[in-house]
């Protein structure tokens, strides 16, 4: 594959659509929860419940991608996404409109979440094996590593044009806050019908295989495992207490739910500490939530190719980084300062987890590297499920508590991985 054909770039905008759109919706949540009167706690409910269908759901839809064909798996996961949006929509409108109390609109919206998070998960599989049936193996981990750049633009993207998403009254009906998930309900339409006419399986294409992503989220850019799931050949399995791999793990899920408690408790401080009105606090979010997407992209696309940093490096270095950036953020009383310290721990974050996914595969041998890709896959899932609610009920006790929580758990995992993370010889 010289340059992306027409298959590989509709690929790529059914992955971008997917990231973008949930993350436009992740990113007005909190505005939406307090204009509803809803508790904080059931905010992060929303989102908790919709990564754990995910995590559940990924898995079965892979296992079967092959059996039922990979192009029903596209459409069944584009289907999924536009009818979660449109439920989405329904019900906010509703609670913004009065029509529903705003607790019985949330319950409806939680629901229509966990449509997107048991039924979206059946695209990104597919996909992988759509675009590695139709490369060479000296191609595919090019062509795969593109495709999943589109989750992580997809997490700039969402947040970036959701603030501009809000509209104001349509005849008699106030549309407000609900306009991302109409909005991504119509992108997910158009892209669905597009998949339905323009995406065929070639009887020439080789068979390929997918492998399971991590839910698409705020903060949760691509650490390269799931390319190589997709990748590995199958072989020996690896459980994640293996020796040689406990430690990587083990940093991996306790930064990831780091970032996770931090990242979905942001929008409420944002509201809080600049004393904002839940719809004036959208585009400062939006910035704020662009500003830490774009630092860790650039760190996984510029910084780590440029500087040539071993795994342990780059968990350390990340880690420091990270640690400052939470404890910068628990301080921060001003947009300029939230922003900041937000892009610094996004950077620390955006070190580590390439760096734990590096360090778990060249601990392991060649006929390991889908087992344990596979696993750093499922811990970078996990974190999405408590970590949000974790955040979220920190916050509701202290302001600052998610944050200086995070920074500590970060110093105290510098210290586990400067102890157990020895330089090796690949790794001096």
């Known amino acids: 594959m010289a340059r992306p054909d027409r298959t590989f770039t509709l690929m790529f905008v059914v992955m971008l659509t997917i990231a973008a759109g949930n993350t436009a919706l992740q990113s007005v949540l909190p505005a939406l929860g307090r204009s509803l009167g ?41 289907a999924g996404f536009t009818l979660s949006q449109l439920g989405c929509g329904l019900f906010l409108l509703a609670g913004i409109n009065g029509w529903l109390s705003g607790a019985a609109a949330f319950g409806a919206f939680v629901v229509a979440r966990m449509i997107y998070g048991s039924f ?9 094996a759509i675009v590695a049936g139709r490369t060479s193996r000296e191609e ?27 509209v104001g009254h ?17 992108l997910g339409a158009v892209v669905l019908l597009l998949v ?16 399971v992503s991590a839910y698409p989220s705020i903060g949760g850019q691509s650490s390269g ?21 406990r430690a990587w793990v083990l940093i991996g899920l306790v930064m ?6 931090t990242g979905q408790a942001i929008g409420f401080l944002i509201i809080d500490r600049l004393a904002l009105a839940p719809a004036a606090a959208l585009e400062p979010t939006g910035l704020v939530l662009m500003m830490g997407a774009g630092a860790a992209l650039l760190v996984q696309w510029g910084l780590i190719p440029l500087l040539d940093l071993r795994p342990r490096t780059l968990t350390i270095v990340g880690l420091v980084l990270a640690a400052v950036g939470c404890a910068a953020i628990a301080l921060a009383d001003s947009l300029y300062g939230i922003a900041t310290a937000y892009a610094l721990s996004a950077m620390g974050f955006g070190f580590v987890r390439p760096g734990y996914t590096a360090g778990a595969s060249l601990a392991v041998g060649q006929a390991a590297q889908g087992s344990v890709a596979g696993k750093i896959t499922s811990v970078n899932g996990a974190s999405f499920v408590l970590g ?41």
């Open 388 to 428: 949000p609610s974790i955040g979220v009920a920190l916050y509701g006790m202290a302001q600052p508590l998610p944050y200086l929580t995070a920074a500590a758990a970060l110093l105290v995992l510098l210290v586990y991985a400067l102890l157990s993370l020895r330089p090796s010889a690949r790794d001096p």
């Open 140 to 166: 595919r981990t090019r062509a795969l590593a593109l495709l999943a750049s589109a989750f992580g633009l997809g997490t700039i993207l969402g947040p970036a044009l959701a603030p501009y998403l809000v």
């Open 225 to 245: 495992a799931s390319v190589t799931a997709a990748t590995a050949e199958r072989g020996e399995t690896v459980t994640f207490l293996d020796q040689r791999i």
């Open 38 to 78: 809803v508790a904080d706690a059931a905010v992060a409910a929303a989102f908790s419940v919709s990564a754990l269908m995910w995590v559940i759901a990924a898995p079965f839809w892979a296992n079967r991608s092959e059996r039922y064909g990979h192009r029903r798996m596209v459409l069944l996961g584009m």
């Open 196 to 211: 339905a006419r323009m995406l065929h399986n070639p009887a020439a294409a080789a068979p390929g295989q997918g492998a």
């Open 120 to 128: 979206g998960a059946a695209a990104p599989p597919a996909v992988q």
């Open 256 to 261: 990831g739910h780091a970032q996770a408690m």
């Open 170 to 186: 349509v005849g008699r009906i106030n549309v407000g806050l609900s306009g991302p998930a109409f909005f991504a309900l119509v």
